[in-house]
């Protein structure tokens, strides 16, 4: 059974810090990636950043520059953190597992994120 469970979001205040955590538990087969997305209710979720092998990240022009994505090297934990945050960046983040042919396959739970200003 894969299990992906991030921590770490919170209530912070503009131009704050945090970073998110997300463990796999459970085999996959062929990780091609670990990124991280987010959603705000009734809104549709939208991408935030990608790591892939060999260290290639992928980020989300509004995350450019403040957000950095990492990964342990055995994808057992991706990491996001996340600097300079602003309110716009409130959403519940969740983490992903894409294998060979299967972009995002596997989804966390989600954890909120909250910027106050």
């Known amino acids: 059974q894969v299990q992906l469970v991030e921590s770490g979001g919170g209530l912070v205040q503009a131009g704050g810090s945090l970073r998110l955590s997300c463990v796999r538990s459970?085999?996959?087969?062929?990780?091609?990636?670990m990124g991280w997305y987010r959603q705000a209710p009734g809104k549709e979720r939208e991408f935030v950043a990608r790591?892939?092998?060999?260290?290639?990240?992928n980020y989300a022009d509004s995350v450019k520059g403040r957000f950095t994505i990492s990964r342990d090297n055995a994808w057992n934990t991706v990491y996001l953190q996340m600097n300079s945050l602003k309110p716009e960046d409130t959403f519940v983040y969740y983490c992903?597992?894409?294998?060979?042919?299967?972009?995002?396959?596997?989804w966390g739970q989600g954890t909120q994120v909250t910027v106050s200003s």
């Open positions: 992903t597992v894409s294998t060979t042919g299967y972009p995002d396959k596997y």
């Open positions: 459970g085999y996959i087969f062929s990780i091609t990636a």
């Open positions: 790591i892939g092998n060999g260290g290639t990240t």
